[in-house]
């Protein structure tokens, strides 16, 4: 003899397919230790492939909304966030992969400041800032606030921003390359209008 689904049943079903779908699209988890570990030796001793072993240990291009477990972590990559800086401008590619991978646990003031640092990255290397952001775009769907990041800096001098604004906008159009040319385009088109 058949049973009818009783609506709890139904309900029961659904509830199941609904945790189950949750499961394959939640947030990723992060390795806190690891990556304070690793985030140690990078500050310590900066290199290549320390960067790329922080990379192995962040999210691909998903941002990761529960972060209660890694605020020393993250506390620890902003008080020493200038040393990835300093790699960052002098070109090391897995160091600019690195500033851009860390919005995926970058808030707050640790956001700000990492927006600041990709958009310095401007005037450095304009290539390898499109390329990564295009590569991180999804983590970004708001340019202003790294094309922009100057503007805390110039405050009320007008010259200044303006001085900064142009110098951004020629970095850029220093970048040829036919598969960066939207992007590149996109962000001129913010800028101007900053």
């Not at 966030?81 to 401008?89: D, T």
Request: charged share 25%.
């Amino acid at each position: 003899m058949k049973r009818p689904v009783t609506p709890f049943c139904a309900f029961a079903i659904l509830l199941w397919m609904a945790s189950a779908g949750n499961a394959q699209t939640g947030s990723p988890t992060v390795n806190w230790d690891g990556l304070g570990e690793a985030w140690n030796a990078y500050y310590t001793a900066p290199s290549e492939e320390g960067a790329a072993r922080m990379l192995g240990l962040l999210p691909g291009n998903v941002k990761i909304l529960d972060i209660k477990d890694g605020f020393l972590v993250i506390n620890s990559i902003y008080d020493h966030l200038s040393v990835l800086e300093g790699e960052m401008y002098s070109g090391r590619p897995n160091a600019i992969k690195l500033g851009f991978r860390l919005h995926t646990v970058s808030y707050g003031a640790f956001e700000i400041a990492l927006n600041k640092v990709l958009g310095n990255l401007i005037a450095f290397n304009p290539k390898l800032f499109l390329e990564e952001l295009s590569y991180h775009r999804n983590l970004i769907p708001n340019l202003e606030p790294i094309l922009g990041s100057y503007l805390r800096d110039v405050g009320t001098d007008d010259v200044a921003r303006e001085l900064e604004k142009k110098l951004r906008i020629k970095s850029l159009e220093s970048v040829e390359e036919k598969s960066l040319k939207s992007l590149r385009n996109e962000c001129i088109k913010v800028l101007k209008k900053l």
